[in-house]
C-alpha cells in the first residue's frame, strides 16, 4: 500500500517544476496581452481625438468644409502659440499671435522655422487647442503638423496653416489657443 501512495506523492522537485511550468504559461499570456493591449493603443487613442477632438486631432475637414456656412453674426478669436522641445534645436514662432475670424471663415496663419543646428533635424508639430470643447470645432484644412519637417542646417522655412472654426462651435466660446509643440522626430 506504502508504494501505491508513493507514486502518486510528487517530489518537492517535480512539484516545483509544475509550478514553474505554470507561472511560464502565465507570464507568457501576460506578455501576449501586453502586446496586443500596447498594440490597440495607437488606435484607440486616434479614435478617442478625433471624436472629442483632443489634442488637436479633428474629423475630416473636407466633408466638414462642404458643409460650413460662414457665420457673419459673432467673431473668435483664436490666439497661436508655439513651442520647440529641447533636444531639436530650432526657433519656431507664429509669424501672427492671433486673428478674429467669423466661424465658417476660411484663414491662413503662417509659422517660421529656422534649424540653428549645424546638421538635418527632423520635426513633428503637435497641436493642442484649449478650451477642449473648441478642438472639435477647429477644422484644419492644411496643415504642417500632418507630416514631419525636415530641415537643414540653417534653413528657414514658412509653414502654413489653413483652418476655419466650425459655425457649431458653442455661442458662449468666443475665444481659443492653438498651441503647436515640435518635438524631435524618430528618423
Not at 46 to 58: A, D, E, I, R
Request: glycine fraction near 4%.
Amino acid at each position: 500500500m506504502a508504494s501505491v501512495n508513493e507514486s502518486k506523492v510528487l517530489t518537492a522537485k517535480e512539484q516545483l517544476d509544475l509550478k514553474n511550468q505554470r507561472l511560464i504559461r502565465k507570464l507568457l499570456w501576460m506578455l501576449l496581452g501586453s502586446l496586443l493591449f500596447a498594440f490597440a493603443l495607437v488606435p484607440i487613442y486616434n479614435v478617442l481625438c478625433s471624436m472629442t477632438g483632443l489634442n488637436g486631432k479633428t474629423q475630416n475637414t473636407a466633408t466638414v468644409l462642404a458643409k460650413a456656412k460662414i457665420d457673419n453674426t459673432r467673431w473668435v478669436n483664436v490666439q497661436f502659440t508655439s513651442s520647440v522641445m529641447s533636444g531639436l534645436g530650432w526657433n519656431f514662432y507664429p509669424k501672427t499671435t492671433s486673428v478674429r475670424v467669423h466661424p465658417g471663415q476660411i484663414e491662413t496663419v503662417i509659422f517660421v522655422a529656422k534649424n540653428t543646428t549645424n546638421e538635418v533635424v527632423v520635426g513633428q508639430a503637435i497641436p493642442s487647442v484649449t478650451p477642449g470643447i473648441a478642438a472639435a470645432n477647429l477644422k484644419k484644412i492644411e496643415c504642417f503638423c500632418f507630416i514631419r519637417q525636415s530641415l537643414k542646417p540653417g534653413e528657414e522655412r514658412a509653414m502654413p496653416l489653413r483652418f476655419f472654426v466650425s459655425p457649431d462651435l458653442p455661442k458662449d466660446v468666443s475665444d481659443m489657443t492653438l498651441s503647436y509643440s515640435f518635438f524631435p522626430a524618430v528618423k
